[in-house]
């Protein structure tokens, strides 16, 4: 059937109530053509926020918005939202505290609320926060410059949400933040059952963007001087679900290497219960797919795993990554992993570490499990007290720690290729070193010598590890190599790739980079 609509609107709204619809998205430029509002995107959350935080900002521009400057006071404040983690609500109702006082002082400056907790809480954001002008959801980005316009104009607050995507959207414009890599969404949901999840219900069930729309998308990021994409959804080993291809994944990989131009392709999140072998042959014999994989674990235990209904066993997973070794002996593997999930034991968390032992991890994200209510593992018994979780997390962070040095002290004189990067390096203003990606996704500082003043962000230089930590490389000699690009032309020239009007799976915008706050893709 047709789905449902939440709607709040005002009685005196000029659109009758109706849901905002694309169509409407141009017709708000005009207006500020002359006086041109600033707005400031805020981000919260996974991969799939970062992206769809490019969206709001391409949409909002294409709707005669500027971005403001950062010293700015914005017009317009969009929170891009996260609810997989317990103090998501709480990160966004103190955020929404502190800009009250500013809606009190510039009662004309708008704040808006989407993303997945926005479709979580729906209203209740404007009852404990009734400064907020506009609240959206996951599925109807495409309305917020309409929505902004009838706030503005009934002086009420306008709440929509829809329960399910109706179509990918064709006409979203995007404004990217990087010259050199882009996000790519090839899905938008997912079929999973996880029980510690709220994401499938914010999300919606897994759609599938055609290839070929998929392949559209790429070509263009690289036409503008992208050098690397990274496919995004839920579950990209699930692609091709819809159209009834269990191994569309594998040949949207070899396909993204006929692409001239396109130096890697990364991708991000498999799900173990669907890595197939022609993935792992995709990715060791297409030049450009890069020797990283990202593959969630969550735990080592069978029990959890199956309380958590997550698909898969510990054997399994280990297996997947002893194919992938022997296929390509210098993948780096980085994972997600739970502590503390509900009912879990001493004996099920050493499990943890043996399988973490036997994987040897380049890094990961973790997590102390945190309840979410709506999730089927918020009411199950055996929850366990902070203590005990702290002990495990600890436990785990020390384990990690000694296997990602050992893996990076491997590298040691190697020669690595660096594809250079803003922002990954805090300290590169004080140091004078500038820092960027590996093939394999690790993280490298370099000294630019000699070339320094003439390497840019979106360039590519070959330099000798020569330190490891932890967390990244150091590279203290001067590069071996380097390669100007079109990207870095692009950096130079202060342009970053804008596309649009192919078919694009989740709608996606990027923060001011101070306010991005990326972690895994939704901890799945």
């Known amino acids: 059937?047709?789905?449902?609509?939440?709607?709040?609107?005002s009685p005196r709204d000029p659109g009758g109530g109706r849901p905002a619809t694309l169509s409407d998205v141009m017709t708000t430029s005009a207006a500020h053509a002359r006086h041109p509002r600033t707005y400031q995107v805020r981000t919260y959350g996974c991969q799939m926020n970062v992206h769809d935080s490019e969206r709001i900002s391409g949409l909002l521009e294409s709707a005669g918005y500027v971005r403001a400057g950062e010293s700015d006071d914005p017009d317009v404040v969009v929170f891009n939202t996260c609810a997989v983690r317990e103090n998501a609500d709480n990160r966004l109702y103190g955020n929404l505290g502190h800009l009250r006082p500013v809606k009190e002082k510039r009662p004309q400056m708008q704040i808006a609320v989407g993303g997945c907790l926005a479709q979580k809480d729906r209203g209740e954001i404007v009852r404990r926060a009734p400064?907020?002008?506009?609240?959206?959801?996951?599925?109807?980005?495409?309305?917020?410059?309409?929505?902004?316009?009838?706030?503005?104009?009934?002086?009420?607050?306008?709440?929509?949400?829809?329960?399910?995507?109706?179509?990918?959207?064709?006409?979203?414009?995007?404004?990217?933040?990087?010259?050199y890599a882009g996000w790519v969404s090839i899905s938008v949901g997912c079929n999973n059952t996880c029980t510690f999840c709220i994401v499938p219900s914010l999300r919606g069930r897994e759609k599938d963007r055609r290839?070929?729309?998929?392949?559209?998308?790429?070509?263009?990021?690289?036409?503008?001087?992208?050098?690397?994409?990274?496919?995004?959804?839920?579950?990209?080993?699930?692609?091709?679900?819809?159209?009834?291809?269990?191994?569309?994944?594998?040949?949207?990989?070899?396909?993204?290497?006929?692409?001239?131009?396109?130096?890697?392709?990364?991708?991000?999140?498999?799900?173990?219960?669907d890595f197939t072998d022609d993935v792992i042959a995709a990715m060791a014999e297409t030049d450009n797919v890069c020797h990283s994989l990202h593959m969630p674990l969550q735990s080592g235990s069978d029990a959890v795993l199956r309380a958590m209904r997550r698909s898969y066993r510990a054997d399994r997973?280990?297996?997947?990554?002893?194919?992938?070794?022997?296929?390509?002996?210098?993948?780096?593997?980085?994972?997600?992993?739970?502590?503390?999930?509900?009912?879990?034991?001493?004996?099920?968390?050493?499990?943890?570490?043996?399988?973490?032992?036997?994987?040897?991890?380049?890094?990961?994200?973790?997590?102390?499990?945190?309840?979410?209510p709506g999730t089927p593992a918020a009411e199950m018994p055996g929850q366990l007290p902070k203590p005990v979780v702290q002990e495990r997390y600890d436990r785990l962070i020390a384990c990690l720690e000694e296997i990602t040095w050992a893996e990076n002290r491997r590298l040691l004189g190697r020669t690595v290729e660096v594809l250079v990067?803003?922002?990954?390096?805090?300290?590169?203003?004080?140091?004078?070193?500038?820092?960027?990606?590996?093939?394999?996704?690790?993280?490298?500082?370099?000294?630019?010598?000699?070339?320094?003043?003439?390497?840019?962000?979106?360039?590519?230089?070959?330099?000798?590890?020569?330190?490891?930590?932890?967390?990244?490389?150091?590279?203290?000699?001067?590069?071996?190599?380097?390669?100007?690009?079109?990207?870095?032309?692009?950096?130079?020239?202060?342009?970053?790739?804008?596309?649009?009007?192919?078919?694009?799976?989740?709608?996606?915008?990027?923060?001011?980079?101070?306010?991005?706050?990326?972690?895994?893709?939704?901890?799945?």
Request: with cysteine.
């Open 131 to 179: 400064w907020v002008d506009v609240v959206f959801g996951t599925h109807n980005i495409g309305a917020l410059p309409t929505l902004l316009d009838r706030a503005r104009h009934n002086s009420a607050a306008e709440v929509e949400i829809l329960e399910s995507l109706e179509v990918f959207p064709s006409t979203l414009p995007t404004r990217r933040e990087s010259t």
């Open 211 to 273: 290839p070929g729309d998929v392949l559209a998308e790429v070509r263009a990021l690289v036409d503008e001087g992208v050098l690397e994409v990274t496919l995004l959804g839920q579950n990209v080993n699930s692609y091709g679900v819809e159209f009834g291809d269990r191994f569309a994944f594998g040949k949207l990989l070899r396909a993204c290497g006929g692409i001239d131009g396109l130096e890697r392709v990364r991708f991000t999140s498999p799900h173990p219960k």
């Open 317 to 372: 997973y280990l297996g997947i990554i002893d194919k992938v070794r022997a296929a390509m002996p210098d993948a780096a593997i980085t994972t997600d992993i739970i502590v503390g999930f509900p009912g879990e034991t001493d004996a099920d968390f050493e499990r943890t570490l043996d399988v973490v032992r036997a994987a040897r991890f380049s890094s990961a994200f973790t997590f102390q499990y945190s309840k979410r």
């Open 421 to 524: 990067a803003v922002g990954e390096g805090r300290k590169d203003g004080r140091t004078g070193r500038l820092s960027g990606r590996a093939r394999d996704g690790r993280l490298v500082h370099f000294d630019a010598g000699p070339l320094a003043g003439r390497i840019r962000p979106g360039d590519l230089v070959e330099v000798v590890v020569s330190y490891a930590a932890p967390h990244h490389l150091n590279a203290d000699g001067e590069p071996v190599a380097h390669r100007r690009t079109r990207a870095g032309d692009a950096y130079e020239a202060g342009r970053t790739p804008r596309t649009g009007g192919v078919l694009l799976g989740l709608p996606t915008v990027g923060a001011p980079p101070p306010a991005t706050l990326a972690t895994s893709a939704c901890d799945r």
């Open 1 to 9: 059937g047709a789905p449902t609509r939440w709607l709040r609107h």
